[in-house]
């Protein structure tokens, strides 16, 4: 049995309206297509996919920053999908999301003491005092020293500032956090000590976490488990060794053979599969499978892919692919790694 789920997403959509330009077009973007996962009780969940996949789109649906075009989402059990500003915000407690760039998400007129401690203050959880004792207690778990307390966000650097959000998003000791490329923005020589601390706060405080990036490395070191997306929609969802060692859905298998691995051994192994082409526009995303415009396996799945979408169903046990040439137990042709690799 699985662990219990605190987030259930089920069939998100969220399109766009765009257009009516000089050409009086207009369209809609399908940013996000049908996207169903759980996010279970205590783990770190990466969601990754190339830029214009939808990630971010999905994680402000999940918050409710954004107005899904419709599936539901339900926290802890409840469906939080059509619930009004007002009514969302006690669940803002539980719920809380660290974005990607920290200095445009701090107010620069506060200091980083008022910024950490407003989240306890809009939820009128404690008094002056004892939101002060927790807020220095807050700044400690994150690594910062109480006297920074009396700084202003551009006087401290970008690491320490991803430090600030990570703390005013703790303070409450949220059961589920959702991180857009939380390090994305800082600079390479900081991003490890953020990951390394995001982990072990994690495994000390317990919440279940939603990791979005773009990097393979990334989640390979934090997540238990790992969700590919391909324009607006997922294409595998299995736990991070099933992923990283046993790739079903050719769009992931070509993602792992493009990542650097480690041991140079292994990386001579590897035979680099090169996608070809750009990614279709998610204004007019291409019929039947998504990815069948770039597929190096199209010939094998033609024309079925090209004409009927295919679901995400299980291939294993807590293995899930939308590839018309997995089934249970019939694995994807292999279009890289070791056992493709030619002397
Ligand atoms: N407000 C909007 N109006 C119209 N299109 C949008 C809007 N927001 C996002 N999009 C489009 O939706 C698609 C998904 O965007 P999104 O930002 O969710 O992708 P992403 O996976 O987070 O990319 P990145 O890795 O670059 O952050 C893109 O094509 C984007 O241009
Ligand atoms: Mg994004």
Do not use: W
């Amino acid at each position: 049995m699985s662990a219990a789920s605190v987030l259930e997403v089920e069939e998100l959509v969220k399109h766009f309206p765009v257009g009516r330009g000089l050409v009086g077009s207009s369209g809609t973007v399908h940013a996000v297509d049908g996207v169903s996962f759980e996010l279970r009780e205590g783990e770190m969940l990466g969601l990754v996919g190339e830029s214009g996949s939808g990630k971010t789109t999905l994680a402000n649906c999940v918050v409710r920053l954004l107005e899904p075009t419709s599936g539901s989402i339900r926290l802890h059990g409840r469906d939080i999908t059509h619930l009004s500003r007002r009514e969302l915000r006690p669940l803002r407690r539980s719920l809380h999301m660290v974005f990607q760039d920290p200095f445009s998400s701090l107010n620069p007129r506060m200091t980083v003491g008022e910024i950490v401690a407003e989240p306890l203050r809009l939820h009128r959880l404690a008094g002056r005092k004892t939101r002060e004792s927790r807020v220095i207690e807050t700044f400690e778990r994150v690594g910062l020293g109480p006297e920074h307390r009396f700084r202003y966000p551009h006087e401290l650097s970008g690491g320490q500032r991803q430090r600030v959000g990570l703390a005013r998003s703790l303070i409450l000791e949220p059961s589920v956090l959702v991180a857009d490329e939380p390090v994305s923005a800082l600079d390479v020589s900081v991003q490890a000590s953020i990951l390394n601390l995001l982990r072990d706060l994690q495994r000390d405080m317990g919440f279940s976490c939603l990791f979005i990036t773009h990097d393979l490395a990334t989640v390979e070191f934090l997540c238990d488990r790992i969700a590919v997306m391909y324009l607006g929609q997922l294409v595998e969802v299995a736990s991070r060794d099933a992923i990283f060692r046993d790739p079903q859905h050719p769009y992931t298998q070509a993602l792992l053979s493009a990542a650097v691995v480690p041991d140079p051994a292994e990386q001579r192994k590897r035979r680099r599969v090169v996608l070809e082409g750009d990614p279709p526009s998610p204004l007019a995303p291409p019929s039947g499978c998504r990815f069948h415009t770039r597929c190096p396996l199209h010939d094998l799945s033609a024309p079925q892919s090209d004409e009927v979408e295919p679901a995400l169903r299980e291939f294993a046990p807590d293995h899930l692919v939308a590839c018309h040439l997995v089934a249970p137990g019939t694995p994807a042709p292999r279009i890289s790694g070791v056992e493709a690799s030619v002397a």
